[in-house]
Each structure stands twice: as structure tokens, then as C-alpha cells.
């Protein structure tokens, strides 16, 4: 769940079907009054804003180390991943709450109801593809894991991003044509505004589950547990080395690895022999691990031994 972040297919796919859905939408709730409808052609619009800030975070990613930033600008894509929660919760949950308790306290009945429902099976057979091409790439991405694991577990947001997003996009739907259904058989307009009011709740959910998974990317979060043991065996099945204590990890990029570990070596040899063994660690780590692109040892007396290792952690 590390690696695949620099396919942008999905997102240009979703970017054009959000655009022509929001603008369908748009047109539809002028043609209608539904303020479900309205409701649902702000969060297509919202989805597409969010796409270009998940593209323009990818580029903006790969900029290349400078002297300001020696680590690179990896985390430039998380901030931009926070940032769509957070568009996503304001504009898209916001607005769609908001559009619904107007439309319950001033109840206007739909007109001309068939344009939505067109409108609305349009988008969702549009919305349909652009899910189904994110479904595919986070499930080649995920593996054996679960789906729910997956997610937590990813270092690159657009590919769960998009996913939940046009997961909420089409629930979405369904809950508008619901509303409206409501309020065309029973003549009471509110059902609409009650609609708006769920699809608000939708977003706001999809909005806290990407806002606490990019903020953990955002603060730095380690690499996976069989990294770090990879990195520990490396190190402590080498002769001249008696322990190893703590290694520290953290990424700065889908595809990029920060480790630092702390090693005890053994005091009978030289200086030169310490550079050695520190040297034919780094190589050997960047061949097994690609990801890890920094790997820092650092010689520390009593780091721990062969029987300690259980208690230590990564």
C-alpha cells in the first residue's frame, strides 16, 4: 500500500465525469427547485475541485530535494489530501446540511420531477465508472488485505480518496432519488430537504475518515511492521554487530522511506571496519527495499542484543 502513486488515470477519469455530473445536476435543480438535486451538484462540484488539488499534490510531490527542503516536498501531497477532507466537510457536508434545513423550513414542491430522475440515473451510470476504475487500482494496490486495512494502511490518499468519495457520490444519488420519490408520492416537499439533510451526514463521515487518515500521513507515519523487522534482521544477522535498539521510521512520500536505527557494534572492531559494515547495510537495504531511500546508522554503545530484541519496539 506504499507504491502506485504516480498513476493519475483515476483521478483524470473521475475529474471528467464529476464535471459533467455537476453540471447536470445544476441544471436539473434550476429546472426542478429540488434542493436535493442542488445539494448533489455542489458535492460533484466539490469532488471535482478535490480531484485537481489531488493532481495538482501528486506534481507538486515530486519536486526534487532543495537546500530548504533536504527531504524532499513528498508531503506536499498529504497536505493537499488534508485539505480535501476538509473542502469536502465545509463545502459538501456544509452546504448539503444547510441547503436541506431551508428547503424543510420553506418547503417548495419539485417541478418537472423526470428531469431529476434522468439527471440522476446519468450521473449514476457515469459515477458507476469512474468507482469502478478506482475500485480496481486500490484493489491491485491493497493485496491480501482487508479493505478496511487497506485503507488504514496506505501511504498514498488518492487511491482511497477517490474510492470513498464516489462511494459517497453514488449513495448519494440513490438518497436524492429516494427524497424525491417521497416528495412527488406523498405531495410533501420536505422529504427533499430531509435527503439533502442524509446526503450532508454522508459527506461529513467520508470527510472524518479521510481527515484522521491523511492527518496521520501528514504528522509522519512509519513504514510497515515488515519493514521494519526486515531492516532489524538485516542488521543483527551481521558479524561485528552485537544489537540493535531502536529503528525509526517515517515516510515523506507514497514511494519514499526515511530509517534511522541504533546499533551496538562490537567493541573489538576498528573504526574502518564500522564504516564497512555501515556501508554494506545501506546497500544491501536499497536493494531489498527500494522505498527506503535514506538509511541512517547510528553506533550506540549497549543499543541491545540478540535476547532483548523481543521487547524492542520498531
Known amino acids: 500500500m506504499s507504491t502506485g502513486g504516480h498513476n493519475n488515470r483515476t483521478l483524470w477519469i473521475a475529474l471528467a465525469a464529476n464535471l459533467g455530473i455537476a453540471v447536470l445536476k445544476f441544471v436539473a435543480a434550476a429546472i426542478t427547485g429540488s434542493s436535493a ?61 444547510y441547503e436541506g434545513i431551508l428547503h424543510i423550513s420553506n418547503p417548495e414542491p419539485a417541478v418537472s420531477p423526470m428531469v431529476a430522475y434522468i439527471v440522476l440515473l446519468i450521473a449514476f451510470l457515469l459515477e458507476s465508472g469512474s468507482t469502478f476504475s478506482a475500485f480496481k487500482e486500490f484493489r491491485e494496490a491493497k493485496g491480501r488485505l482487508g479493505w478496511f486495512e487497506a485503507v488504514k494502511r496506505s501511504k498514498d490518499p488518492p487511491t482511497f480518496i477517490v474510492l470513498l468519495e464516489n462511494g459517497a457520490a453514488m449513495f448519494g444519488i440513490i438518497v436524492a432519488a429516494v427524497g424525491l420519490a417521497l416528495s412527488q408520492s406523498t405531495g410533501d416537499p420536505r422529504f427533499d430537504g430531509a435527503a439533502s439533510i442524509i446526503i450532508g451526514a454522508i459527506l461529513g463521515l467520508t470527510a472524518w475518515l479521510l481527515a484522521v487518515e491523511s492527518k496521520q500521513l501528514l504528522i509522519g507515519e512509519s513504514a510497515d511492521r515488515e519493514t521494519i523487522d526486515g531492516l532489524r534482521g538485516l542488521v543483527l544477522g551481521r558479524s561485528g554487530i552485537t544489537g540493535v535498539g531502536e529503528v525509526l521510521t517515517v515516510h515523506s512520500s507514497p514511494d519514499q522511506i526515511t530509517a534511522m536505527m541504533s546499533v551496538d557494534f562490537d567493541d573489538g572492531i576498528s573504526a574502518r571496519e564500522v564504516e564497512d559494515i555501515i556501508a554494506a547495510i545501506e546497500a544491501e537495504a536499497r536493494t531489498h527495499w527500494p522505498l527506503v531511500k535514506r538509511l541512517y546508522v547510528r553506533p550506540q554503545r549497549g543499543a541491545g542484543t540478540v535476547e532483548e530484541l523481543s521487547t524492542l519496539g520498531g
Open 37 to 97: 438535486m442542488l445539494t448533489e451538484g455542489v458535492h460533484s462540484l466539490v469532488d471535482s475541485i478535490n480531484q485537481l488539488l489531488l493532481l495538482w499534490g501528486r506534481k507538486a510531490s515530486r519536486r526534487v530535494p532543495d537546500a530548504t527542503h533536504p527531504f524532499g516536498y513528498g508531503r506536499e501531497l498529504y497536505f493537499w489530501s488534508f485539505v480535501v477532507a476538509v473542502m469536502v466537510f465545509a463545502l459538501g457536508a456544509g452546504v448539503s446540511i
